[in-house]
């Protein structure tokens, strides 16, 4: 039992005062207060004028091989995005077999493709496919996409550039004086996670997940997306009831309320007369929406964005909102949403809730699903920025450089050749792969300063000084003492449990990166406190901060299926549970075997 004098003697005033930083830290990333970038980067600065670490250890990070290469690998990544070379792939998995086998044929390629593709682009060129095989065979949305994220979750766990965890991983090992993981150190045990994990999607998916399949009555289980028309002044509806307008018994369409010049008319009754410029407020099936918008009478709240977009070529995407400053947090009106980008919202889909309200009061969540009418050059100018985690056109994505993927497929596949030989070590790799996009013109240079996502490289450069903090203040050493101290009758397997649960635990409130950075000098001083070897606790904290399966806020192609879905909070939690439950049995068999203590 740890009794209160021995936690004080393990813990000095230096530590105490990290902890409680590193505590707030938690809280405010947990609740979105500000970018995980941004607090992380004024934690370690904080830190630093508490002369707690030295202005060279915390801002080591930006020094360090990590955060370059997962800027260069973002760069391949979003020349794999736009060449379109694994569509083919895509389109294949959802092919022609059923049950059982249709999930087996989507979640192992996603997986085998997940290891060297960045999760975020593979589960943004799977999802639209996905979306269309499911209407063409009237199956429903809600099976496929959590297994989509899944599965790319699993399959970053296989290589060391399957995710930016890994990389920075790699890079805190190098800082620590260890080597840093080779390509495919971590697939010995990740193929085997990735492989018994998506069996478990394949045989527990279609028992787990809901069936939201939208119905024309509007079932609970629809996804329903608000948007407002206008009773336009001496049309057919002006004057008439709602009834008579046949505004009653619309297919897959509810009018919620009436805005009459401020005065608010909830619930609407069937002998309600409109009048010219009433604002309804409808909720319904987004195909249902476009076509109500060729309704007599009535006109989208929106015309006059629309006339100002101009008389090109438009069409309809639907885009899911990102941790944006620009976004989140303020209404369309107060984002200048036309005017930055070039685009007409029609509605607005928030998963787990219902908007009743007109579109220009709606305060923008992450993860909101926008129906935005734009030019067919939306996709283009946007893919590449922070603002959506997914852009997708109604019909799917076209690649924009076609041409180019036998140019990208040869610079993939001489990546991978020459890092997993061990001829070229990642940073220059990756490094050289980003300049051959941009030399080849894959890439503009204007998309590849896009492609690079400021706020995962700050994050990961600044949480060195964090994890610096962790170490210098004796917090990792207290910790791990106590580790160590309570799982003493459960020896090294016991301790390697526990930073795999506090690592798991730790990602599913903050992002991965951060968690990793957090657990690292406490996996690496238990292991020493041990007198083990610290790899195999550095391999958990690794895995432990990818497989993030328990909320749809642990990881960020999580988030980009949840509106898409139509699913609630916990139908991630029933699916992830069991996947949880087994990726720690796998990782505590094979760790200790494939990493001896």
């Known amino acids: 039992m740890i009794t209160a004098p021995y936690v004080e003697e393990h813990l000095n005033v230096e530590a105490w005062i990290t902890l409680a930083i590193v505590i707030g830290l ?66 294949f998995l959802f092919g022609r077999a059923e049950g059982k086998w249709l999930m087996a044929r989507v979640a192992f390629p996603i997986a085998g493709l997940s290891g060297f593709v960045n999760n975020t682009t593979l589960v943004a060129m799977a999802v639209p496919p996905a979306l269309d095989l499911c209407q063409r065979r009237g199956l429903p949305p809600s099976r496929f996409l959590i297994p989509i994220s899944y599965a790319a979750v699993l399959g970053g766990v296989t290589t060391a550039v399957g995710t930016s965890t890994n990389l920075t991983i790699s890079g805190l090992l190098t800082s620590a004086g260890m080597e840093p993981l080779s390509l495919f150190e971590l697939t010995p045990v990740g193929v085997p996670i990735a492989v018994v994990g998506c069996l478990a999607l394949v045989f527990l998916a279609g028992r787990l997940l809901p069936d939201r399949t ?25 004057g008439n009831s709602v009834e008579e307008a046949g505004l009653r018994h619309l297919k897959g369409v509810f009018l919620v309320e009436i805005d009459r010049v401020g005065r608010i008319i909830a619930p609407v009754a069937p002998e309600e007369l409109l009048v010219g410029g009433d604002v309804l407020t409808f909720v319904g099936r987004v195909d249902h929406v476009v076509d ?11 015309n006059r964005q629309i006339d100002q977009l101009g008389n090109g070529s438009h069409r309809f995407y639907e885009v899911v909102v990102a941790n944006s400053l620009n976004l989140v947090g303020r209404t369309l009106r107060d984002a200048g949403f036309r005017a930055r980008y070039g685009g007409a919202v029609l509605a607005i889909h928030r998963s787990g809730q219902r908007i009743d309200a007109k579109l220009g009061d709606v305060a923008l969540h992450m993860g909101d699903t926008l129906l935005v009418l734009a030019d067919s050059a939306f996709l283009e100018r946007f893919r590449d920025g922070s603002d959506f985690l997914l852009i997708a056109p109604r019909q799917g994505i076209s690649p924009t450089q076609p041409r180019k993927a036998a140019i990208v497929a040869a610079i993939g596949i001489g990546f991978v050749t020459l890092v997993g030989s061990g001829l070229v070590p990642i ?11 941009v030399l080849t013109r894959v890439l503009t240079f204007r998309q590849t300063r896009d492609a690079v996502d ?24 207290a910790a791990a003492a106590i580790l160590v101290s309570v799982l003493e009758p459960f020896g090294p397997l016991g301790a390697l449990a526990a930073i795999l649960l506090a690592t798991m635990a ?11 950075v957090l657990v690292f000098p406490i996996a690496v001083a238990t292991a020493l406190s041990l007198g083990a070897d610290p790899r195999p606790f550095v391999v958990v904290v690794a895995l432990g901060a990818s ?19 139509n699913y609630r909070f916990l139908d991630f939690t029933i699916m992830g549970l069991p996947l ?7 990782t505590l068999i094979l760790v200790p075997i494939v990493f001896p203590f």
């Open 506 to 516: 730790l990602t599913e409130m903050v992002s991965n990166n951060a968690a990793a």
């Open 26 to 91: 938690i809280g405010v990333m947990a609740r979105e207060l500000v970018q995980p970038a941004i607090a992380v980067l004024l934690a370690a600065i904080g830190l630093m004028f508490l002369n707690i670490i030295t202005p060279a250890q915390a801002f080591s990070g930006f020094s360090n091989e990590a955060p370059i290469a997962v800027a260069a690998l973002l760069v391949l990544a979003r020349a794999v995005d736009v060449s379109g070379v694994f569509q083919p792939i895509v389109r």
């Open 454 to 477: 400021l706020n995962i490289v700050i994050l990961i450069a600044a949480a060195f000084g964090l994890g610096a903090a962790v170490q210098q203040s004796g917090l990792g050493a």
């Open 292 to 302: 109500l918008q060729r309704t007599p009478g009535l006109e989208s709240t929106e």
């Open 580 to 586: 949880n439950l087994i990726t720690i049995a796998v």
């Open 427 to 437: 940073l220059q790799g990756a490094l050289a792969a980003a300049m051959l996009v």
């Open 547 to 565: 497989l993030s399966f328990l909320s749809p806020i642990g990881y960020q192609t999580n988030l980009m299926v949840y509106g898409l879905g």
């Open 214 to 238: 939208p119905s024309d009555e509007g079932s609970d289980g629809e996804r329903e997306f608000a948007f407002s028309m206008r009773v336009r002044p001496g049309a057919a509806a002006d």
